[in-house]
């Protein structure tokens, strides 16, 4: 009976944080309402990702909210911590999960994979955005994008 209650206390103690952390973060969402002037902040998809070596997590957002999504992806945005707020770092157009934290660095800061389909794409792929020094690629079917040979990297935000 002793190892039943503790095997039920664990496992609602895991489903709990896993419950938390898919909750949306409330500096985000107010990032996001204060940016696009909306009354309620659009729903999205985020992961925490230390993407320029700083020691302070960088955020990676996908937007799902309509008003963000087209028949090629929904906007994906970068956003990293700065006094006071965050600096937008990519703002790309027609991404489609998954997205991926690539083992590669440009200028400093991870590469990230996304999927390119839809929208007029026949043959999905996924590319490569990399950090050119100043920010990451606004839209991953044109360069500097480019295609990624094999799919590499570990899955951040999925469906």
Wanted: charged fraction near 15%; proline fraction near 9%.
């Amino acid at each position: 009976m002793r190892k039943t209650v503790s095997f039920l206390l664990t496992i609602s103690v895991l489903a709990s944080t896993s419950a938390a952390a898919e909750q949306p973060n409330p500096a985000i969402s107010n990032y996001l309402q204060n940016r696009f002037h909306l009354s309620t902040a659009p729903s999205y998809k985020f992961a925490e990702v230390d993407l320029n070596g700083d020691g302070w997590p960088d955020f990676i957002v996908y937007l799902t909210d309509e008003h963000f999504c087209g028949s090629g992806g929904c906007n994906l945005y970068v956003l990293s911590p700065v006094s006071g707020g965050y600096r937008l770092m990519m703002r790309a157009t027609i991404v489609q999960l998954p997205i991926r934290l690539l083992p590669s660095s440009s200028h400093g800061w991870r590469d990230i994979g996304v999927t390119v389909s839809g929208g007029g794409i026949d043959h999905p792929y996924e590319a490569v955005l990399k950090y050119d020094g100043h920010r990451y690629p606004s839209n991953p079917s044109m360069p500097p994008a480019v295609p990624l040979r094999k799919p590499v990297g570990r899955k951040i935000i999925t469906r």
